[in-house]
Structure formats: structure tokens, C-alpha cells
């Protein structure tokens, strides 16, 4: 099966410093990727779409500047959590869209992102 | 948005077939019905998806109702390692893939 790599899969930061966290497509090109949050006891959020060569498509709510998403190739898909804050302490995963008629995504195993 | 419904939490047996329901009786006919679960503290992992006919896999059957208003997800032998999350998704072809995570059904097993 595809197979969604996240690097780093866990991260403690002090806050005011930024967070990169990459998502790789381990066997598959993805040409989309998908970016969630996660909160204790909540279901995954989708924060934004990520799509190679091009800027990332937001969800409303999700400030664009904080959460910096770059594509650049089409296995690699990278968010920065620019300015982290303890409010942004969250379970972080990506999702690499595998195409076909089904479009069946393929999730990594998460980040887990703490700010102190 | 189509929506799904899902009740909240199920018990099981282990060892005992599960069936999780699922209500979507505002789907459109083009839309496919993809089934994610979740565990602790991992990303969700695909489970089976399909449109019309009913699907099995090595994890799972899908079973879809003839009106595509409700399908249901099967696990045939439940085991303590199928303890997860159960997500009933609509994959609407018009938002360019995008899925939208409903609470999910939470799965015990009992031993």
C-alpha cells in the first residue's frame, strides 16, 4: 500500500520559534497533499490543501502567515508553524492524495507538536 | 457538503463480527463512500472505500445500502487491535479531493 512519512513525529519548541515539519510520499507521486490539526478528543481539521509548483489553498480560519505550506516537489509537502505559541500545541498530520477515481488519500503518522 | 452520520461508540467481542452503520441520504450519485479509522495518538489509515457495489478487502467488507442512502462497514473477526476511530467519509469529487472528518464512530473490544 502507499506509504505517508512525517518527520518529525514529535517536536517540543519554546514559544516565539518556528516549527518545520515535512510530509513525504514514500512509493507514490502526489501532485496534492493535505494538511489536519488534531486536538485532544476532537476528530482531524483540515487546515489546507497543498498542491505542487503552486500556493497552498487555505480553510477559512487558518491564517495563511502562521502556517506556511510549501510544495515543491512531488513527494515533498512541508508545513512551518511560524511564531509558535502554546495554543498552537496540537497533533499535526498530512494526507498525500493517490489520484484514481476514488481519490483515495493516505494519511502519515502525525507530528506532535508541543510549545512551551 | 453531504453529511454523514455516525453513532458515537459500539462495543464488540472480540473475535465476533462488527458492523458499524453509516447514514448519508443526502449523497449524490457521484460521490464514493470511504470508510478511515483512526488509533491512538497515529494517523488514519484507509480502510476500504466504494460507489455502488458492495466491496471487500483484506480489512473489511463494505456493504451499501441499493438507495446509496447508508452503507455499512463489516469486520468480520474483531480483534483488541481494531480499537479505533471509524470514519464514514463522502469523498465529493467537485472539492478536488478533499475529505471532511465527521466525530466518527469510537469502537471498543472487549477481550
Known amino acids: 500500500g502507499a506509504v505517508v512519512s512525517q518527520h518529525p513525529s514529535w517536536v517540543i519548541c519554546k514559544s516565539g520559534t518556528s516549527v518545520k515539519i515535512e510530509c513525504r510520499s514514500l512509493?507514490?507521486?502526489?501532485?496534492?497533499m493535505f494538511w489536519y490539526r488534531q486536538f485532544p478528543k476532537q476528530s482531524l481539521m483540515l487546515m489546507a490543501t497543498?498542491?505542487?509548483?503552486?500556493?497552498?489553498?487555505?480553510e477559512q480560519g487558518v491564517e495563511k502567515d502562521k502556517f506556511l505550506i510549501n510544495h515543491a516537489s512531488l513527494t515533498l509537502s512541508t508545513l512551518t508553524v511560524t511564531s509558535a505559541h502554546p495554543e498552537d500545541s496540537s497533533f499535526y498530520i498530512c494526507s498525500a492524495l493517490a489520484g484514481g477515481p476514488a481519490d483515495t488519500q493516505y494519511f502519515g503518522p502525525g507530528t506532535r507538536l508541543t510549545v512551551l | 457538503d453531504a453529511k454523514t452520520t455516525q453513532p458515537n461508540s459500539m462495543e464488540s467481542n472480540e473475535e465476533e463480527p462488527v458492523h458499524l452503520p453509516c447514514n448519508h441520504s443526502t449523497i449524490s450519485g457521484t460521490d464514493y463512500i470511504h470508510w478511515y479509522r483512526q488509533l491512538p495518538s497515529q494517523g488514519p489509515e484507509y480502510v476500504i472505500h466504494?460507489?455502488?457495489s458492495n466491496v471487500n478487502n483484506r480489512m473489511a467488507s463494505l456493504a451499501i445500502a441499493e438507495d446509496r442512502k447508508s452503507s455499512t462497514l463489516i469486520l468480520h473477526r474483531a480483534t483488541l487491535r481494531d480499537a479505533a476511530v471509524y470514519y464514514c467519509i463522502l469523498r465529493l469529487p467537485s472539492n478536488t479531493g478533499k475529505l471532511i472528518f465527521g466525530q466518527g464512530t469510537t469502537l471498543q473490544v472487549k477481550p
Open positions: 512509493d507514490f507521486q502526489a501532485t496534492t
Open positions: 466504494g460507489l455502488t
Open positions: 497543498s498542491n505542487e509548483g503552486s500556493k497552498a489553498t487555505y
